[in-house]
């Protein structure tokens, strides 16, 4: 059980935070952002890259250049289950997940666009107090990722886009938590893990311009088969326990879930509006499994149910232009969470959530333009006791995420 205690969730966690739970934000395009999300029926920047590769020979300039950054201002709430009074918050960090994306459309064969993308849309950091009840599940963690995409699209006539892209995922993390055992000075031990993983997947795309005014967008993210191998985990424990938690390596894998998106667009006057869905196939994700290079009656390998189920995201979103410079963004969407009754643990606090989207674009030049966002999501309170763990509790989230990025073209 110790061993559960001190590697089943982390390694969970990390993974989680790759694609989904937790409280990651998809933040992949700033006028996207202001606009609940949306952007797999709609074409409207060089981040159709990643919403839809089909949209991007859509782009009415020959070459597109943007980039943006976005910060992450999480809250989350551990209030322990009746008659208990004791409540924690973690500890407030700011993440800075950030896009770049560039679209070329060749000048000499005009069907074809070649782009690339660049961005960290999974990434944050989460710390609890050191000497907070769930010690020994979590004190501290670090997640950062980056996703290298080169995309290819092409115009096969005046309505119809197809794109594919190439997606190679890499990421190092850090984690801390406590090991509960104490050294001659009462004191608890430290577990510390790192570790970098890799993995390869594709995102393919259809788009479809019907009328002047309607737009529609098929795309497909495939599952990314992410690996870590030789991570570090490291103790800091009594000399009497040392032998029982050595220095040691792990490895371990999981295929992180396809996400299938559908969406709409329908511009009227000076307005545009946007729906999209997304499809998640979490079930693919049943059981984690941990290898120890070095094993101990106190260390063994780790093979756990976790039982995930689809979900899905629903969005929408809307555009009005109030001049020839100035553009208001709007939009909200409900976002469901994978993790089922029984497997909710403090690293990922996961809650079906509301997310409230705003924002404005500016075109300050012909070439230049610059979109701000602000994204608020209220995380639904839930209570619940983890299987493996017993350890119970209500939690509650919000987030508040400004965002800004600028826009080249010519």
Not at 6 to 21: E, T, V
């Amino acid at each position: 059980m110790l061993t559960r205690v001190l590697f089943f969730s982390p390694i969970l966690f990390f993974f989680s935070m790759l694609h989904a739970g937790g409280f990651q934000i998809n933040a992949q395009g700033q006028r996207q952002l202001g606009m609940g999300h949306t952007g797999t029926g709609l074409c409207l920047d060089a981040s159709s890259l990643f919403f839809n590769p089909g949209a991007m020979g859509f782009i009415d300039k020959r070459f597109v250049f943007s980039g943006g950054t976005t910060l992450l201002f999480p809250r989350v709430v551990y209030q322990e289950p009746s008659p208990g009074i004791y409540s924690e918050s973690m500890v407030h960090n700011v993440g800075t997940p950030f896009t770049i994306y560039a679209n070329w459309n060749s000048e000499k064969v005009s069907a074809l666009s070649i782009g690339i993308g660049i961005y960290t849309p999974f990434g944050s950091r989460a710390q609890w107090p050191d000497d907070w009840k769930g010690q020994f599940l979590i004190r501290e963690i670090n997640l950062k990722t980056i996703f290298i995409q080169p995309t290819v699209s092409w115009q096969i006539n005046e309505c119809i886009g197809l794109g594919l892209g190439f997606v190679y995922a890499t990421g190092s993390f850090g984690l801390r938590k406590g090991v509960p055992v104490q050294n001659a000075s009462a004191e608890y031990g430290e577990g510390k893990l790192s570790g970098a993983a890799k993995g390869v997947g594709f995102n393919a795309g259809i788009y479809f311009k019907a009328k002047e005014n309607w737009s529609a967008g098929l795309s497909y993210r495939s599952s990314v088969n992410v690996e870590v191998k030789n991570g570090e985990a490291q103790f800091t424990v009594a000399p009497s326990l040392a032998e029982y938690f050595p220095a040691t390596t792990f490895s371990t894998a999981i295929k992180l879930p396809a996400v299938l998106s559908g969406g709409l667009g329908y511009s009227i006057s000076k307005w545009k509006f946007a729906a999209d869905i997304n499809v998640i196939g979490w079930s693919t994700y049943d059981t984690l499994r941990i290898d120890f290079e070095t094993n101990t009656d106190k260390l063994a390998d780790i093979n756990d149910p976790r039982c995930y189920k689809d979900v899905f995201i629903v969005r929408a979103g809307a555009q009005f232009q109030i001049t020839d410079h100035i553009e208001l963004l709007a939009g909200a969407y409900y976002d469901a969470s994978p993790v089922k009754d029984g497997y909710l643990t403090p690293e990922t606090p996961d809650a079906n959530r509301l997310g409230f989207t705003c924002g404005t674009a500016i075109h300050f030049l012909e070439k230049f333009s610059a979109a701000v966002s602000l994204l608020y999501i209220e995380g639904l309170k839930r209570t619940d006791t983890n299987i493996a763990t017993g350890f119970s509790g209500t939690y509650k989230s919000k987030v508040i995420a400004p965002s800004f990025g600028i826009q080249y073209k010519f």
